[in-house]
């Protein structure tokens, strides 16, 4: 039997993945965060370890029955850290060939079903990659956020919501249902003390409140309203650079949209989409409803040299639903949703 095994390492989880060729689950394991930048390279190790290891004892397989592995890695950003990361894998003890990538590629594998185009994360924080068609050619931008003008995940979000309250108070800008309802949240008696309290450290702004900025602007709030739009626009922005690296502008493809933020308002999604298709008017919005860590089986499939089909992406999606159901103790985040992709109406 042909097991193939994925790893998805991200920013606050790690989730590695074991299928046979036909796409039936037979392993997972979890983990704590991967992302080397925030818990260096032991801890990547650590977090593969321990996931790894969970997953093949449910498969009841050696790390030498893995035919292939693919492993999408948060934070890997630049060739200079190839063999970092590829060192921290070694570690398992895989003899099978294997596939390493930005964990936004992922997307790309899970989420299209032609397994290639652009994938927009937008979850605490944000990022952009793409592949063409042959998986020669991969366009990104830099990850580095607020740095590097790419600033559109919830953090960011409740920074932008941050700087209105502050130009409300001081007549800067208009006034905003924002002020109490972020004021009540973060616990200050007013909007001057909360706006000592953040400068001083005693109340901190941070991705959590972001659904709150939803909620007033989905109440008709205008400031509120165009910070989802500004949003929006950089999202699109983040597409529309790795669009022209690819130059896909005449292309028709899909840009698969990762993360909790899509989650908030059908205005963040048209933004963005107008604002993509001003310059490729034939991409395809379409949303990620299976787990990342299928593209990364799907990713040590096609590096041991099988075929993937949008049949084996279904059942391994759907495998790994009943799998989870039916062998690990119930976690609402951890249901995996039906299909392989859904386009967005």
Request: with cysteine; aromatic share 6%; hydrophobic share 45%.
């Amino acid at each position: 039997m042909n097991a193939f095994l994925g790893a998805d390492i991200g920013g606050t989880k790690t989730h590695v993945l074991i299928a046979t060729a036909t796409g039936q689950v037979i392993g997972f394991g979890e983990a704590g965060p991967g992302n080397h930048e925030t818990v260096g390279y032991e801890g990547l190790v650590a977090a593969l370890q321990t996931a790894t290891a969970q997953a093949l004892t449910q498969a009841g397989l050696k790390p030498t029955q893995i035919a292939g592995a693919g492993f999408g890695v948060a934070g890997y950003d630049w060739p200079s850290e190839e063999t970092a990361t590829l060192a921290a894998i070694s570690t398992l003890g895989l003899p099978a060939p294997l596939a390493v990538v930005n964990d936004t590629i992922l997307g790309l594998l899970a989420g299209s079903a032609e397994g290639w185009g652009v994938a927009v994360v937008s979850g605490t924080g944000c990022n952009c990659w793409g592949w063409d068609q042959s998986r020669q050619r991969i366009g990104h931008v830099t990850g580095g956020g607020w740095l590097f003008g790419e600033a559109a995940g919830a953090s960011e979000l409740v920074f932008k919501a941050v700087q209105v309250l502050a130009h409300e108070w001081t007549r800067r800008g208009p006034a905003t249902a924002l002020t109490p309802v972020l004021t009540r949240a973060w616990g200050a008696t007013s909007l001057p003390d909360l706006l000592e309290g953040l400068m001083d450290g005693r109340y901190r702004a941070d991705a959590a409140a972001a659904p709150l900025i939803f909620q007033v602007a989905a109440a008709g709030d205008p400031v509120a309203v165009d910070l989802i739009h500004w949003a929006g626009r950089e999202l699109g922005e983040l597409a529309v650079a790795v669009i022209r690296q690819l130059e896909f502008e005449p292309l028709a493809f899909d840009v698969v949209l990762m993360g909790s933020m899509y989650n908030g308002s059908p205005l963040l999604i048209e933004t963005m989409r107008q604002t993509i298709h001003a310059v490729a008017p034939g991409a395809r919005l379409v949303r990620l409803a299976a787990p990342p860590v299928v593209g990364a089986v799907l990713l040590g499939m096609e590096r041991a040299g099988q075929q993937l089909t949008p049949a084996c992406r279904k059942i391994l999606t759907d495998s790994l639903g009943q799998f989870q159901e039916s062998v690990l103790p119930p976690a609402p985040d951890r249901k995996a949703k039906e299909s392989g992709f859904t386009p967005v109406l």
